[in-house]
């Protein structure tokens, strides 16, 4: 049994206006991976790339030791995309019925619990169900085929805060066989906090940082200050006013003078202020 469940080495996607420029990272078993970036970062491209879904123009990209895409390595990851995956006029209760014969570990009995515990209307059909209720339904699906890898792409969008929670805990409660892994890419930064172990910052199609969470977001500091520029090197420094603030790394903040005031950082400040600084260096 490998312990690396997915490989991404040197990935590179050419798009007209767009590039994903050779991002490598890895999900080790018993890893939540946590991959965020601002809009149009290539998080997307990059899912898209590690389920085979679109085919890259460089570099490797393996999950179970198999080329991405391959139906063996497909069978054991569970995937949530934006969209749903199941045809409109499916009703939920019959999902399983469909779905099962291409699983062999397909397990009814949790499709129907976890439907129940995430309360999606069974009797509705796909294309009746709310945003979050598909999102729901894409989870109760993926898990339900007892996957050893699990990527979600933004499962938060569209759900209220209570199902935001569920969703985190049933993720947790799925990392506690050692064997799995977790991909999963969000917005919503702050649910990483306890619940991913690695963090992947994509900006501008290029991994700006990457590491065990807090090794990466305890590298930075956040810094304030008023008047003139500060005179040390702040990343992405953000005026309103007479106001600026920036990013530093911590080893910086010796540099700075008693007048300007240094917090911690939480992933979106890392976020925003790297993809300031890389929407500085494109303009
Ligand atoms: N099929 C496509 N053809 C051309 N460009 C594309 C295609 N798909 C995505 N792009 C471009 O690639 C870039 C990265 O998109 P991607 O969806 O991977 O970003 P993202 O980080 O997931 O963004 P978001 O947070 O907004 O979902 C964007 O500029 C997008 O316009």
């Known amino acids: 049994m490998t312990d690396t469940l997915a490989l991404i080495e040197d990935l590179r996607v050419q798009r007209p206006n767009f590039a994903l420029e050779g991002i490598s990272f890895a999900i080790p078993r018993g890893t939540v991976v946590g991959l965020v970036g601002p809009n149009g970062a290539g998080k997307t491209t990059a899912i898209r790339a ?38 409109d006029e499916w009703r939920v209760s019959t999902l399983g019925r469909r779905i099962a014969p291409f699983y062999p570990s397909w397990s009814e009995q949790r499709f129907v619990d976890l439907l129940a515990r995430l309360s999606v209307p069974q009797q509705r ?5 709310s945003r979050g ?19 979600l792409d933004e499962p938060s969008s569209g759900l209220d805060p209570a199902s935001r929670r569920e969703i985190a805990a049933i993720i947790r ?3 506690v066989d050692p064997s799995h892994g977790v991909l999963v890419s969000t917005h919503i930064t702050a649910e990483l906090e306890g619940l991913a172990d690695e963090l992947v910052v994509l900006v501008g199609g290029r991994v700006a940082d990457r590491g065990p969470l807090h090794e990466v977001v305890e590298q930075f500091a956040m810094v304030r200050g008023a008047g003139a520029a ?11 006013g007479e106001q600026w603030s920036g990013l530093i790394r911590i080893d910086d903040s010796a540099a700075f003078g008693p007048e300007v005031v240094i917090d911690a950082a939480s992933i979106d400040d890392i976020v925003v202020h790297l993809g300031a600084e890389r929407a500085e260096l494109a303009a």
């Not at 059909?125 to 169900?129: A, C, D, K, N, Y």
């Not at 109760?140 to 990527?151: R, S, V, Y």
């Not at 500060?230 to 309103?240: C, D, K, N, T």
């Open 125 to 129: 059909r796909v294309g009746e169900l």
């Open 173 to 175: 409660e799925f990392m």
């Open 133 to 151: 209720e598909g999102i729901k339904l894409s989870l109760a699906t993926a898990l339900a085929q007892a996957p050893e890898l699990l990527i």
């Open 50 to 87: 590690l389920l085979g879904l679109i085919a890259p123009d460089g570099g490797r990209v393996e999950t179970f030791g198999l080329p991405a895409g391959s139906s063996r390595a497909l069978a054991r990851t569970g995937i949530v995309l934006d969209q749903p995956t199941a045809a």
């Open 230 to 240: 500060p005179g040390a090197p702040v990343v992405g420094l953000q005026r309103s």
